[in-house]
């Protein structure tokens, strides 16, 4: 069946635009504060995206255990509820904080200020934050990491990034994870890539599987680390 109009609003028609436009600048203004604080200790900082099951804490892990002995590892762990995930990152050997963000879909600036301020800074040299699981709301909200990571998983269909373009445009790399049941969930990564250099043609894309470790070293050479 065909779709008979796609609706989307004119410039200026969405509801709350100057309210929007106040928290947007207000958060990009903290966000330059944390990566002031970022650069003044020398920590090299990433923001992880990326759906719920995508596979962030798994990559965060993997990247932990292989970073561990070269670099003091933290992690900031976001979600809506629960320490589950930073409990999973921290048995890697992470310094791990968890931010709670309740009703929010994502963190912002300010609540990773109030983190930074209760992590030991002059201990850390690499910091990674995982988001809270969303494909939208996270694009809107840097919060002064040096680079944006998202995520995607081969279990989110071909159509994922298509669907999601904005994410990617602000991203610095992203991965497409779980590529061991590519051919089980008959999905063509290829084509996943190809979707991701139409929206951002400079955007490095890493196959990868946080099962068997297949690319983490990829990302972790794209990560300068």
């Known amino acids: 069946m065909d779709v008979d109009a796609v609706i989307k609003p004119e410039e200026g028609e969405v509801f709350d635009v100057e ?3 106040d928290i947007l600048e207000a958060n990009r203004r903290l966000a330059y504060e944390n990566a002031k604080t970022l650069r003044k200790y020398g920590i090299r900082s990433f923001d992880i995206m990326g ?7 798994s990559l965060i892990e993997r990247l932990v255990e292989a970073l561990k002995g070269r670099y003091r590892v933290a992690a900031i762990g976001g979600d809506a509820a629960t320490t589950i995930d930073a409990e999973r990152i921290g048995r890697r050997g992470a310094k791990v904080l968890q ?3 309740g009703k929010e879909c994502h963190l912002d ?6 983190a930074l301020a209760r992590l030991d800074l002059s201990s850390v040299d690499v910091l990674f934050i995982e988001n809270v699981g969303n494909l939208i709301c ?10 944006r990571i998202v995520v ?6 071909e159509h994922m990034v298509v669907k999601h373009p904005y994410i990617f445009a602000e991203a610095d790399l992203a991965v497409i994870n779980k590529i061991d049941i590519a051919p089980i969930m008959n999905v063509n990564t290829s ?3 190809k979707d ?23 990302v972790i050479k794209a990560l300068g680390l």
């Open 19 to 21: 309210l929007e436009e």
């Open 51 to 57: 759906s719920v099951g995508s596979g962030k804490t």
């Open 99 to 101: 931010i709670n963000t």
């Open 109 to 114: 600036a300010n609540l990773v200020k109030k």
């Open 138 to 147: 996270p694009a809107d909200f840097p919060l002064g990491c040096e680079k």
């Open 152 to 157: 995607i998983s081969v279990s989110e269909g």
């Open 191 to 193: 084509k996943i890539e």
């Open 196 to 218: 991701i250099n139409v929206i951002k043609p400079s955007l490095k894309v890493v196959k990868a599987s946080c099962k068997t470790g297949e690319g983490v070293e990829e």
